[in-house]
């Protein structure tokens, strides 16, 4: 029986953090090599389980070779096998496995598995987000803060908070440690693809940072910027970004 895309998502997103843990329990490798071996071992079941179960779509993944039959289709599944590999390397909780889909370049459904928390969240099956605490509080990079988010932050007198991966930061606004994902120092369609998705589906914000839509299944698949937050939220931010610009 063929599985549901919401389902299907959950399902890889899933297995493939369970195989991350289980690489990184079995002790042989540390550092830079846990990294790729989590990296290759973690892309090759997604891209094979893809391939399998989805093989009328069009794929782009991190880890493999990039095939421009994808620009040709509608559908186009975008996968990140370990977002936050250094934060994986380092046997931290703040990285995650990214499953996304594109429809007609538009984010239509994804999930965001966090292996290191038990969590799996998918843009299918929204919860309910916590209420946002008086003094706001934005998420940045641990190890390098965008420059725009910083000033931003310091403007609306948010607090900074610092993580590892794109996924793991845009979850925390989600799960409620954070109100705001502004980012602005580059990325890659699938840091971002699957956890826009998600964090649609939940009813947040999810755009460039000039407010302009986010495009997937592009040639270039750079994406130089990225902000997730709550909707109540998105004008002030939006209006901050563009007078420091």
């Given amino acids: 029986m063929?599985?549901?895309d919401g389902d299907l998502a959950a399902h890889l997103a899933d297995v493939a953090g369970n195989i991350l843990l289980q690489?990184?329990?079995a002790g042989v490798f540390g550092g830079k090599a846990?990294?790729?071996a989590g990296d290759q071992t973690a892309n090759q079941f997604l891209v094979h389980a893809l391939r399998e179960q989805r093989a009328e779509d069009g794929l782009l993944s991190e880890e493999e070779r990039d095939n421009m039959e994808r620009l040709a289709k509608e559908r186009?599944?975008?996968?990140?096998?370990?977002?936050?590999?250094?934060?994986?390397?380092?046997?931290?909780?703040?990285w995650a496995v990214h499953v996304g889909l594109a429809v007609n370049g538009a984010p239509v459904l994804g999930a965001v598995a966090l292996p290191g928390l038990g969590l799996v969240l998918r843009s299918d099956q929204p919860g309910k987000i916590p209420p946002a605490p008086g003094a706001l509080r934005m998420v940045v990079s641990r190890t390098r803060p965008a420059k725009e988010a910083t000033d931003v932050a310091a403007t609306?007198?948010?607090e900074l908070v610092a993580m590892g991966s794109a996924g793991a930061k845009a979850m925390a606004v989600l799960r409620g440690e954070a109100d705001i994902y502004l980012h602005s120092g580059g990325q890659y369609e699938w840091d971002s693809c699957a956890p826009a998705a998600v964090a649609l589906g939940w009813g947040l914000h999810a755009s460039r940072i000039d407010g302009s839509p986010l495009v997937y299944n592009r040639q270039d698949?750079?994406?130089p910027d990225l902000l997730i937050c709550r909707r109540e939220h998105a004008d002030m931010v939006l209006e901050r970004v563009k007078a420091l610009l």
């Fill in 2 to 4: 063929t599985m549901a």
């Fill in 23 to 25: 690489v990184r329990a």
């Fill in 34 to 36: 846990l990294g790729k």
């Fill in 76 to 94: 186009v599944w975008i996968i990140d096998p370990v977002d936050g590999t250094r934060e994986y390397g380092e046997e931290r909780t703040d």
């Fill in 156 to 158: 609306i007198g948010a």
């Fill in 221 to 223: 698949v750079y994406m």
